[in-house]
């Protein structure tokens, strides 16, 4: 089974294999270091103590973590620490990776108490793209992206939301695409897979990173019992404080008539993201589910060998099938059939592929939104640019992860039938 993506391209950089084995997907370089590392002894576990402590340089030796970070990120090492054998780039990944987030996280907190207003900000009405990983949801963002009157976040402003001091150069872009930089060279085939800029419009799940309470983490690595434990918590928290970062965004960048934000992990939580945006708005994006779960199997695999050579692909195939993806769509389903006439819209994955301006044009019918010539002129521009761009061919086939596409089309009998897909 190949992704190739929307409009077809015209060349491809280069394919992306069926995940095998998490040391087969590394550069040789990176292998190599790997394989060294699994020589030196002491592989202790990150500690949150210190990772709060290392984050404290730099002036913010004077804050503490929210409570509710604090506990997140204790329970994330703990579940980290159980089941996870780190390589040994993944080890020194993992840990500046999570210095790198505590330390935002006491920059958000010091901004939010210093910036007199900030609670009061006035976000834009809130369009919510919601679905599953890998159901086109990326791509629709990015052509809705291109409407002036559209709010998104770029990933350099969810990466970091807090602007230098006064008179100091402002290197969040640079910074992020050191980082990224970095990632292409140890995993050049994930990065391929959902490829990302530090100015392109990207999903808010760096905000609720921020906060060490979201399901990317169980992307990264195999958390089971910190996935458990999350969605146990009273999801207000998460949402509460990813209210406060998009005001704080939005004071510093006051832009939009209304804002356009995805996540897929927010149909997860659906329930609470309906609460704390009563007037949001929603696209939900939908894709033959064996197609989807095969790319998101890839997805995870590939997402967890950055960090360590332990990677069961049948594992990964089980462990979805059996994870709350599948209830969450379940649930959302229930949801969305409760929303009121001109809350929500459906969309189809091939009507997304076949005619993006088309599909842009009813979204904005039924949300009840104007679509301006110059806007359609952009979205239009974007698509066409798509088909020059070239593509890596994302190989991914069920059997690969254990699973087969009569087992998910049957699981999914009645949600492929209601969608005709």
Known sequence: MGDTGYPRAMARSFDIPQFVDAASSHPLPIRALNRLGGL????????????????RTHSLGDLEPTPEAADALEVLLDSLAANVRMSLVGRFSARDDTIRLAR?????????????????????RSIFIVGWPRTGSTFLHQLLACDPASRTIPYWESFDPVPPERGKPDRRVAKLEEMLGFLERIEPRYHAIHPMTAAATEECVALFMNEFRTLQFDFQYRVPEYARW??????????????????????????????????????????????????????????????????????????RALFTDDVDPVAVGAEIMSGYWPSALEKGRKLRASLADGRAVDIRHPDLARDPIATAEAIYAALGLTLTEEARGAMRDFARGQTMEQKARHTHDLEGFGLTRAEVRDRFAGYCEDLEL
């Open 40 to 55: 030196i002894p002491g592989n202790r576990p990150l500690s949150a103590e210190a990772i709060w402590s290392a984050a």
């Open 104 to 124: 935002t996280h006491l920059r958000i907190q010091r901004a939010l108490r210093d910036t007199a207003g900030v609670d009061s900000v006035e976000l834009p």
């Open 230 to 303: 999350l969605i146990g918590q009273d999801q207000g928290v998460a949402y509460d404080l990813y209210r406060r970062q998009l005001q704080l965004i939005q004071w510093h960048r006051p832009v939009g008539e209304w804002q356009v934000l995805k996540d897929p992990t927010h149909l997860v939580h659906l329930e609470t993201l309906i609460e704390r945006f009563p007037e949001a708005r929603f696209v939900f994006t939908h894709r033959d589910p064996a197609f989807s779960i095969s790319s998101l199997c890839s997805l995870v695999s590939y997402t």
